[in-house]
Every structure is written in C-alpha cells, then in structure tokens.
C-alpha cells in the first residue's frame, strides 16, 4: 500500500454513468486486492437525502470501496451539517488515517486530478476539450469515438468495451502502485 492515496476522478454530466462505472471499478479493484475509497460530488446541492444519496455510497461499499464519502454544498454524508462547503482536499483528508491504494473521485469535474471522462453525446465533449489532466475517455456511441480521438490525443473507449477501459483503468492504478 501507498504512503500517499493515489488519486483518480471519474467526471461527466448528470448520467453520464459515472456511478455505474465506479461500481464496476470498486469491484475489480477489491478482486485485485487494491483498496480503495471513494468521495462522490453530489452536484445538485443543498441538504443530502438517504434516499437519493444512500443508493450511491451503499453501492460503492458493496462493490469493494473500504469507504465513501457523499458530499454537497451543505452537507456531508455521514451527515453533519456544514456552515460552508468542504473543498475536495479537505475531503480527501478524511481518509489520511487509513491505509488506501487509490481514492476515487466521482464527479467534482473541475478539479484538476488526472481523470477519465464520459461523454453521452457531441456536446459533451467541449466539457472534455475543456477539462484538465483527461487521460482516457469512454463515448456512448461510436460517432465520437473519432472526434474525441482527435481533439483529446488520448485512449477513447466506447461504453460497450467496458472489460477494456476497466482493464486500463487497473493498469492505470496498478502503474501508480509500481512507483
């Protein structure tokens, strides 16, 4: 295990499948034996709700994620009432205490970690042209898997090749962990 977290965002739109994708990550990482947690931006703000957040978190720990953190504006799950938004590196540092491979970052797309994009349709990918340290994307049809190749100079997956960005998102960790 790392001295320090490697850290990892999973961004898009609202469903995008950013949760979908992290689950099905979670899962291959907890088989490889690389622990993980994860902090999930909740977008929308405002006061958090079991039932639209608990869903998320709930799943991130059943795939494999040692722990999660659901954040907004306001709130924090574990719930505690915030008088003002918590940064994501103050977010991060929740889980200093504990002895992590890789924190996954679901959502908080401005941040400028290394990350993977999803893109739904063409609009999306001003987001990407826009976006810092994009090092793989995955396009939900085939008709920007060209244009994104393109404009981003990085690997591009289609959604349906999920056992290839899954494997290249384990390498991605993996490398991190040979360093």
């Not at 690389?34 to 978190?57: F, N, R, Y």
């Not at 940064?87 to 540092?93: A, Q, T, V």
């Not at 401005?110 to 999803?118: A, F, G, H, M």
Request: proline share 3%; net charge negative; with cysteine.
């Amino acid at each position: 295990m790392r001295e320090t977290p490697f850290i990892f965002q999973i961004a898009g739109y609202s469903n995008s499948g950013k949760t979908t994708l992290v689950k099905k990550w979670l899962k291959r990482l907890s088989e490889a034996g690389i622990q993980s947690a994860t902090i999930k931006h909740h977008g929308h703000g405002g006061k958090l709700k079991t039932a639209d957040t608990g869903k998320d978190s709930a799943g991130h720990r059943e795939a494999g994620s040692s722990g999660t953190i659901v954040a907004s504006g306001e709130e924090l799950q574990f719930m505690m009432k915030l008088d003002r938004p918590l940064s994501l590196e103050e977010l991060i540092n929740f889980y200093k205490p504990f002895s992590l491979d890789i924190i996954i970052i679901e959502g908080f797309k401005k941040e400028t970690y290394p990350k993977l994009l999803l893109l739904r349709n063409m609009d999306d990918l001003r987001f990407a042209e826009n976006s810092i340290n994009v090092e793989a994307v995955v396009c939900w049809n085939d008709d920007m898997l060209e244009a994104a190749e393109k404009k981003l100079n990085v690997p591009v997956f289609c959604i349906t090749e999920e056992n290839q960005y899954l494997d290249w998102l384990t390498s991605r960790v993996n490398k991190e962990r040979d360093i």
